[in-house]
């Protein structure tokens, strides 16, 4: 299959699918794609991913937009999917949870950086009290299990890494979540994983950069 990922470096979301290629040793053309310098503003970008986001995936020419859709369709066939009925609605189920619990890690994160909140900022601490919460449900989860399904590595650790090993950045202390720090010590020790997440640059910052944020 003949791969290409529109990837922007600092993206968590575009991370989860650079993990996974790296476990899977296939290779792909890497398409530096800077949302800031307005690379998902043109036509020629929306035409392949309307939602002008990335992760967006090329496979054999065909267009796969969202990191879980992204993961799903790699990891089919490969350790990193659950084979059984009961494993693969436990992947969905904790993809879900990312998209809807950990994101708000991400979204206190970013807008810190963008300067769009400020420490601060009551809104902040509410973002920050959702994503403690998630972290809470990993703790828990973590007690009794090395991984998320059937104590088995798979997307939704890697899905579940991407914005949790960052929630220090967001002003959460990792530290109060000892669990959730051996998981991502477990899941950094994997064969061929490898974690190259650019720092957000200044042209995230608000009226700094072109982007769908405006
Ligand atoms: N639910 C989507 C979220 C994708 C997303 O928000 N991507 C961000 C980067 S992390 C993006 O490309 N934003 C476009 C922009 O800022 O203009 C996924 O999981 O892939």
């Known amino acids: 299959m003949d791969l ?6 600092p993206s968590g979301n575009c991370l989860k699918v650079r ?15 800077d949302i800031f310098g307005g690379d998902t503003l043109t036509q020629e970008y929306a035409d392949k991913n309307p939602a002008r986001r990335t992760p967006l995936l090329e496979a054999d020419g065909v267009y796969l937009p969202e990191s879980s859709a992204i993961l799903w369709f790699l990891a089919e066939g490969s350790p990193y999917l659950p ?43 509410k973002m920050r009290a959702a994503g403690r919460s998630a972290l809470a449900s990993l703790e828990a989860h973590l007690t009794e299990h090395m991984f998320l399904v059937n104590d088995r590595y798979s997307i939704a650790d890697i899905a579940n890494y991407c914005y949790t090993h960052v929630a220090d950045d967001a002003g959460i202390d990792l530290g109060d979540y000892p669990m959730v720090e051996s998981w991502l010590r477990r899941i950094e020790g994997r ?17 700094r950069g072109l982007s769908i944020y405006g």
């Open 191 to 207: 064969e061929g994983f490898v974690n190259d997440l650019a720092p957000l640059p200044e042209t995230a910052r608000v009226g």
């Open 83 to 125: 084979a059984n009925p009961l494993g693969r609605a436990r992947a969905l189920q904790w993809l879900l949870f990312e998209q809807e619990r950990v994101g708000a890690i991400a979204a206190v994160r970013f807008r810190l950086h963008t300067g769009s909140v400020t420490p601060e900022d009551p809104i902040a601490d």
């Open 4 to 9: 290409r990922l529109y990837d922007y470096p």
């Open 19 to 33: 993990i996974l290629l790296g476990h899977l040793g296939h290779p792909y053309e890497r398409i530096e794609t």
